[in-house]
């Protein structure tokens, strides 16, 4: 057992350390525009790996975590625009006293928005999580859109309807991968601790782990704010991804929301290493698919640009996955090295016999 946990370990540094040489090498060969998508991707894949820690591995369905990762967003954009260029975005209202003066580098900026999204997601997860099932859904997405209101109408500190534009362009492929690095290493270290037990039991069945002494609401309410937080993380990645941010519902609202629920799902719901892969090819289809929207041509017939194409071509392709992996990709299983070794052994079984 020791040897498989050793052996286990050395691959896993040994396969960080390929994906750094590699992201290394795309951030020298790749343009401004692919080196974007890699971030983007990485993104994802911590909002999806956060959604999933919640609705996969605890078995909450919570429908909320847009509105985390506006608080994020919101948080880390407010501490690292300077303070001049405060009073040049704020047009309506002068910007709040509470925020005029303040400034902070990107990393600090980061971990404040997560703690934020984290805090928020206490006070809300006090009452919600006391629901369960359509009810908790239906709630948790209330609070979400009840934030985006927020930031809507708090002139003063969000600068409203027109949003906070010229934000630092920090996010870059290091950023967002190391994020994502630590994101799977403390949720995946979750999992396999006592509590990630106690979690796996309320999925199973929360009665029963009530019944055997596990407190089902203080579980839950922690995982919901670990969960929070690392929206809230990959909220201030995405704000300096995007460099400008507003709290319209297409930036923010729902749709955020059931974007990251598609990869969730597609990948595998409570699988780690799914939520990944989904988040990867959920990123990489949005762009491909985006010539879907422009003027095309089919079968020498030329089609003119029809917004929203990508995503019903997006939405027709999902439902197919769904139909082919009725629970995703990965299921509810991970990628792990035995697995990896065990496929391998099999395909030389195989090519000996031949």
Not at 141 to 157: D, K, M, P, T, Y
Not at 318 to 329: A, D, E, L, N, S
């Given at each position: ?15 960080v ?9 795309a951030?020298v ?35 909320g ?5 506006l608080l ?11 303070p ?12 709040s ?71 630092p ?13 630590v ?23 929360s ?13 839950t ?7 929070a937080?690392?929206?809230?993380v ?32 597609l990948?595998g ?18 762009e491909?698919l985006?010539?879907?929207?422009q ?14 194409m ?16 009725k ?23 195989r090519?000996?016999?031949q």
């Amino acid at each position: 057992m020791k040897s498989k946990t050793k052996r286990d370990l050395t691959l896993t540094v040994l396969f960080v350390i390929f994906v750094a040489i590699l992201l290394a090498i795309a951030n020298v060969r790749f343009d401004s525009y692919q080196r974007q998508i890699l971030s983007l991707m990485a993104i994802y894949g911590i909002m999806a790996v956060s959604l999933n820690l919640v609705n996969g591995i605890t078995g909450v369905f919570s429908l909320g975590h847009a509105g985390f990762i506006l608080l994020g967003a919101y948080t880390s954009a407010l501490l690292t625009i300077p303070p001049d260029q405060k009073q040049m975005i704020f047009i309506i209202a002068p910007p709040s006293p509470l925020i005029a003066n303040l400034h902070t580098d990107f990393f600090t900026a980061t971990i404040i928005g997560g703690l934020v999204a984290a805090f928020g997601a206490f006070i809300i997860g006090f009452p919600v999580l006391r629901l369960s099932g359509d009810y908790l859904a239906i709630a948790s997405l209330g609070f979400s859109e009840v934030l985006r209101i927020f930031a809507l109408n708090l002139q003063s500190i969000t600068n409203g309807s027109l949003g906070l534009k010229g934000l630092p362009n920090y996010t870059n492929i290091w950023w967002s991968w190391g994020w994502l690095l630590v994101t799977v290493l403390f949720i995946v270290s979750l999992v396999k601790s006592s509590y990630g037990r106690a979690l796996l039991a309320i999925r199973d069945n929360s009665i029963a782990a009530e019944a055997m002494g596990i407190n089902v609401f203080k579980h839950t309410l922690l995982s919901f704010v670990i969960s929070a937080f690392f929206a809230g993380v990959s909220g201030a990645l995405y704000a300096h991804w995007l460099t400008t941010i507003d709290p319209r519902i297409t930036t923010f609202g729902p749709i955020l929301t059931y974007y990251v629920l598609i990869m969730v799902v597609l990948g595998g719901l409570g699988s780690i290493s799914g939520s990944i892969v989904g988040a990867i090819i959920f990123a990489f289809l949005m762009e491909w698919l985006r010539a879907f929207e422009q003027p095309f041509t089919l079968f020498g017939k030329e089609f003119p640009a029809i917004q929203g194409m990508r995503m019903l071509v997006l939405s027709v392709l999902f439902v197919i996955t769904m139909i082919v992996w009725k629970r995703g990709i990965f299921g509810r299983g991970e990628l792990t090295w035995e697995g990896i070794i065990r496929f391998f052994k099999r395909i030389s079984s195989r090519g000996g016999k031949q």
